[in-house]
């Protein structure tokens, strides 16, 4: 029985799900996880998202499936110039403590022999990484190169 | 044919190799970021590691290798549990690589992977490293960063 590839990522932060909602949705605090990239939308459910790197290229867009604040926001993710079809974003965040969150994200609905699958296994520690430190000590690694 | 379930997580962490190297070798920090447990060696290959965990013994694990401050690797096999006790030792693989692409040069990040493999296909304690590894390592990555480890309730 073949299974469709799918990328689950889990880590715990000291930070409120208010405070990690605000910075999954803000284009501003975004830049400063993402690697340099500006994540563009409403946030509401049916909106578009657009992700641009630094030159202002449009690198990958999606559409907004669920935005439940602050517990759970899902997305499709469309990389430009690709054959392959969209694949799907879940951030899963849920109280441990008073203080403390826990962060599931999940990366799924890849086609068999997803290129892009192999491509995002580094860029989500990457990414969730940074955010990490973004939210806990106020800073993020910035990388000199745009990948 | 199942393949052999293996568990990988990658976390860049603000500090030096050398820094993150004495954080998973000094009982005194890890007993801070890993529940409470000191981890107990003088880190040469073919000695043994303890776990220490409230005064008794969880683990007696064998150094695998042992490269300071990049490479580290030790059996695992709990002893705490009776049920568990059936399963041949698993192996932990730490690998640490230094970021020399930063935009800021005084600033210092490190890439740690973990990989934990050689389980059985039908292993109890591959689901409850699955959940533990995520913890220990946002509580290590909390500390090296924040000065203070994210303590779980259990």
């Known amino acids: 029985m073949k299974t469709k590839p799918t990328y689950v990522y889990v880590t715990y932060i000291a930070t409120t799900?208010?405070?990690l909602w605000k910075a999954l949705t803000t284009t501003d605090l975004i830049s400063q996880y993402w690697l340099g990239r500006m994540n563009i939308s409403s946030w509401k459910k049916g909106s578009i998202?657009?992700?641009?790197?630094?030159?202002?290229?449009?690198?990958?867009?999606g559409k907004i499936l669920e935005s439940k604040r602050p517990n759970r926001l899902v997305y499709t993710f469309d990389v430009v110039g690709r054959k392959e079809g969209p694949s799907r974003v879940a951030?899963?965040?849920?109280?441990?403590?008073?203080?403390?969150?826990?962060?599931?994200?999940?990366?799924?609905?890849?086609?068999?022999?997803?290129?892009?699958?192999?491509?995002?296994?580094?860029?989500?520690p990457k990414i969730l990484s940074n955010l990490k430190s973004l939210l806990e000590t106020g800073q993020a690694i910035t990388f000199a190169s745009k990948d | 044919m199942?393949?052999?379930?293996k568990f990988v997580y990658v976390t860049l962490i603000t500090t030096t190799p050398e820094k993150l190297w004495e954080a998973l070798t000094n009982p005194e920090f890890t007993a801070q970021y890993w529940g409470g447990t000191r981890l107990e060696s003088d880190w040469?290959?073919?000695?043994?590691?303890?776990?220490?965990?409230?005064?008794?013994?969880?683990?007696?694990?064998?150094?695998?290798?042992?490269?300071?401050?990049?490479?580290?690797?030790?059996?695992?096999?709990?002893?705490?549990?009776?049920?568990?006790?059936?399963?041949?030792?698993?192996?932990?693989?730490?690998?640490?690589?230094?970021?020399?692409?930063?935009?800021?040069?005084?600033?210092k990040a490190v890439k740690l992977t973990v990989t934990h493999q050689e389980f059985a296909e039908d292993?109890?304690?591959?689901?409850?490293?699955?959940?533990?590894?995520?913890h220990?390592?946002?509580?290590?990555?909390?500390?090296?960063e924040t000065g203070h480890a994210i303590v779980f309730k259990w």
């Open chain 1, 17 to 19: 799900p208010a405070a």
């Open chain 1, 49 to 61: 998202l657009e992700s641009r790197d630094p030159d202002g290229e449009l690198e990958w867009h």
């Open chain 1, 91 to 124: 951030f899963d965040i849920e109280k441990h403590s008073a203080k403390v969150l826990k962060l599931t994200v999940t990366h799924d609905k890849f086609p068999d022999r997803s290129k892009i699958f192999q491509g995002i296994q580094l860029g989500w």
């Open chain 2, 2 to 5: 199942n393949p052999k379930p």
């Open chain 2, 44 to 107: 040469k290959v073919g000695s043994f590691v303890d776990f220490r965990w409230r005064d008794k013994v969880v683990h007696h694990d064998t150094i695998l290798e042992s490269n300071p401050p990049r490479r580290l690797s030790y059996t695992f096999r709990p002893l705490h549990m009776e049920e568990l006790l059936g399963e041949a030792p698993s192996r932990v693989t730490f690998e640490i690589e230094e970021f020399t692409d930063l935009a800021r040069p005084e600033e």
């Open chain 2, 123 to 134: 292993s109890k304690i591959f689901p409850m490293i699955s959940s533990g590894w995520p």
């Open chain 2, 136 to 144: 220990i390592l946002s509580s290590l990555k909390t500390l090296l």
